[in-house]
């Protein structure tokens, strides 16, 4: 065993330990623990549970330093290879997709301010019911989800709508744990997005929506003050509501000190 899983397998079991022994926990509560890691299992939700509790913290750790704009969480609900779009870009949506038109804009930059030519924008969202293409029933696969590119100065331009907030699932092992400690099982309505650009670092992120309830109780812990947008009333796309956002990426670790 390497030295770095021998250190981390050994503090996080220290940890466990400590949390038995301080607050005396019983035989019972140790069998409903078992229980509960068996039925987090056959639920498939180690992904979820661990997007939910863990990778936020895992996140902060990583890009502390890092220059240009915040990230946040991937989550579980990235679909990779999602289609390149035409355009002008518009996520595909239903027909009747529900919920406010909305355009966002703005400009791919490196942390210096400039400008990346064709950056890629891998964009996914819930819809105004909160539900995920490919992970929850309603929405067809594809359904809103896409790749955007930006122009030769780094602009970029997508229409969508505004997602609606959603909690992760209730019935499962995740939130009924989520339940029983009494937390916020909901995460506030929010855009995905992995900004790219050759030689620099991907940028992982979500756009919050300031409208949106329950961005103080954010269930995954990955709302960031600098990644919240407050859409308003388009003066020139009539029936749209828009906001700004400028993305600045790291130059990629492998070239940093070139
Ligand atoms: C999400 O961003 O969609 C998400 C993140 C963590 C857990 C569940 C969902
Ligand atoms: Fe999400």
Known sequence: MSDRANLLISEMLKRVHEVVVEHDVTYDEYQAAKQWFIDVGEAGEWPLFGDVYIEHWVEEQAFSDRAGSKGTILGPFHIPDAPLLDAPFEL??????????????????????????????????????????GFMPGPPDGNLRGQVRADDEGRYEVRTVIPGPYTI???????????????????????????????????????????????????ASAVKPELIVHPKPSETDEGYEEFEYDFALAPSRATANV
Request: glycine share 8%; aromatic share 6%.
């Open 169 to 219: 699932p209730l019935d499962g092992p995740t939130g009924k744990m989520t339940a029983a400690a009494d937390w916020s099982p909901w995460r506030p309505a929010h855009i995905h997005l992995i900004v790219s650009a050759e030689n620099h670092e991907p940028l992982v992120t979500q756009l919050f929506i300031g409208s949106s309830d329950h961005l103080d109780e954010d269930v």
């Open 92 to 133: 595909p949506a239903r027909p009747d997709e529900s919920g406010t038109k909305t355009v966002f804009r703005g400009q791919v930059t490196d942390a210096d301010g400039a400008p990346l030519a064709n950056a890629n924008l891998d964009v996914w969202q819930a819809d105004a019911d909160g539900c995920y293409a």
